[in-house]
């Protein structure tokens, strides 16, 4: 019998604004321009929050922090494309995103203090909390996802995950439940080069993340994850195929980590300064701002307004954190599980006695 092709693939790269601010239109999502320079502000808070959580670090004011620069397009570009009734699953660098949901900026900050309050997602917010672990957020997503196609729930769910997460057996999971049930959920690799130390080249040997899509039966698509029209465009369009049963999309966003990995991390032993300067020209605020300055959108009078009232909200969130009342340390013990075990009242009962406290 003759060999035959029973399968070929091909992977679409989407680009709307170039480095340049050059936009093609035909690309171009249908946003006004109220939402144009909504996107352009979300990025600027997102930015600005994350300068002052790196100082706050640098000051001892705060715990180990994991930075998003250079990223913030592809995390407010996504959330921008959600519904307040979809369910979101953040990673643990996607404070971007939770802004854009409606997460208040102090819990970000309350969550790297070690302050478990700020785990506790207020209600009408359908999102999880910070997922530390890599890629144990997928499957989770997956099976809410799931539930929410059986009881004929018509929204979708994002899953966030960096490049690293596609080497868990997690990813392999939650993907291959996703294909074969049609699993309403969009799977958002924010592929920002590097996993820690971990260069994309040694985590896989495939051209594109996503490519993995394809032996899941479902679409990949890879964006240019510093263009925040794109990255609207992609989401959106995902969000759509999963809210009306057509399954599940990966979109890999092609983007930059340009911070160390967290404060704990020190990138410069293994990665060169010039990668780092050629990833700096393709500045996702900027590349918006030159597009929205060409079409008459930016002015310094605004530009000025924006940054000013970004850094009051930060600043004000960073009081709300400094004046909160202690976290009582019980609640690292009571919502460990749904019902506190044997061995965590054990062990609070320790704690607690070990620190002249009642139970």
Same mark, same amino acid.
């Given at each position: 019998?003759?060999?035959?092709?029973?399968?070929?693939?091909?992977?679409?790269?989407?680009?709307?604004?170039?480095?340049?601010?050059?936009?093609?239109?035909?690309?171009?999502?249908?946003?006004?321009?109220?939402?144009?320079?909504? /996107?352009?502000?979300? @990025? %600027? *808070?997102?930015?600005?929050?994350?300068?002052?959580?790196?100082? &706050?670090?640098? !000051? =001892?004011?705060?715990?180990?922090?994991?930075?998003?620069?250079?990223?913030?397009?592809?995390?407010?570009?996504?959330?921008?494309?959600?519904?307040?009734?979809?369910?979101?699953?953040?990673?643990?660098?996607?404070?971007?995103?939770?802004?854009?949901?409606? /997460?208040?900026?102090? @819990? %970000? *900050?309350?969550?790297?203090?070690?302050?478990?309050?700020?785990? &506790?997602?207020? !209600? =009408?917010?359908?999102?999880?909390?910070?997922?530390?672990?890599?890629?144990?957020?997928?499957?989770?997503?997956?099976?809410?996802?799931?539930?929410?196609?059986?009881?004929?729930?018509?929204?979708?769910?994002?899953?966030?995950?960096?490049?690293?997460?596609?080497?868990?057996?997690?990813?392999?999971?939650?993907?291959?439940?996703?294909?074969?049930?049609?699993?309403?959920?969009?799977?958002?690799?924010?592929?920002?080069?590097?996993?820690?130390?971990?260069?994309?080249?040694?985590?896989?040997?495939?051209?594109?993340?996503?490519?993995?899509?394809?032996?899941?039966?479902?679409?990949?698509?890879?964006?240019?994850?510093?263009?925040?029209?794109?990255?609207?465009?992609?989401?959106?369009?995902?969000?759509?195929?999963?809210?009306?049963?057509?399954?599940?999309?990966?979109?890999?966003?092609?983007?930059?980590?340009?911070?160390?990995?967290?404060?704990?991390?020190?990138?410069?032993?293994?990665?060169?300064?010039?990668?780092?300067?050629?990833?700096?020209?393709?500045?996702?605020?900027?590349?918006?701002?030159?597009?929205?300055?060409?079409?008459?959108?930016?002015?310094?009078?605004?530009?000025?307004?924006?940054?000013?009232?970004?850094?009051?909200?930060?600043?004000?969130?960073?009081?709300?954190?400094?004046?909160?009342?202690?976290?009582?340390?019980?609640?690292?013990?009571?919502?460990?599980?749904?019902?506190?075990?044997?061995?965590?009242?054990?062990?609070?009962?320790?704690?607690?006695?070990?620190?002249?406290?009642?139970?």
């Amino acid at each position: 019998m003759p060999e035959k092709t029973i399968e070929s693939f091909s992977v679409h790269w989407l680009q709307v604004l170039d480095e340049y601010g050059n936009c093609d239109e035909e690309l171009r999502p249908s946003l006004d321009d109220a939402k144009i320079k909504k /996107l352009f502000e979300w @990025m %600027i *808070l997102a930015r600005t929050f994350d300068n002052k959580a790196f100082k &706050l670090q640098r !000051e =001892g004011r705060l715990g180990t922090y994991a930075s998003i620069l250079g990223q913030e397009a592809a995390q407010v570009g996504s959330a921008f494309a959600l519904k307040p009734g979809d369910w979101m699953f953040p990673a643990f660098r996607e404070p971007g995103a939770s802004f854009v949901r409606g /997460l208040p900026l102090r @819990m %970000i *900050l309350q969550y790297w203090a070690g302050d478990e309050r700020g785990n &506790l997602i207020p !209600e =009408g917010i359908n999102d999880f909390p910070i997922t530390i672990p890599v890629a144990t957020q997928i499957p989770i997503g997956v099976g809410t996802a799931i539930a929410a196609k059986l009881k004929g729930d018509p929204i979708a769910v994002m899953v966030y995950m960096g490049d690293g997460a596609t080497s868990k057996g997690d990813f392999h999971e939650g993907l291959n439940f996703a294909g074969v049930f049609s699993a309403p959920v969009v799977f958002l690799c924010q592929n920002n080069q590097w996993a820690i130390s971990v260069p994309l080249k040694r985590q896989t040997a495939a051209k594109t993340l996503a490519q993995k899509a394809i032996a899941y039966g479902f679409p990949g698509l890879q964006v240019d994850g510093n263009d925040v029209l794109a990255v609207y465009r992609a989401a959106n369009e995902a969000l759509t195929r999963a809210r009306k049963g057509q399954g599940p999309t990966l979109i890999e966003c092609v983007t930059y980590r340009l911070g160390d990995h967290t404060t704990a991390d020190d990138a410069s032993r293994y990665r060169s300064r010039e990668e780092v300067e050629q990833w700096k020209k393709k500045d996702p605020i900027e590349r918006l701002r030159i597009y929205m300055e060409k079409t008459g959108l930016w002015s310094k009078t605004y530009d000025h307004a924006v940054r000013s009232d970004a850094k009051d909200k930060v600043e004000e969130a960073v009081r709300e954190t400094e004046n909160m009342p202690p976290p009582d340390p019980r609640d690292m013990f009571r919502f460990m599980f749904h019902e506190l075990t044997a061995e965590l009242r054990e062990q609070m009962e320790g704690f607690l006695e070990g620190n002249g406290r009642q139970t």
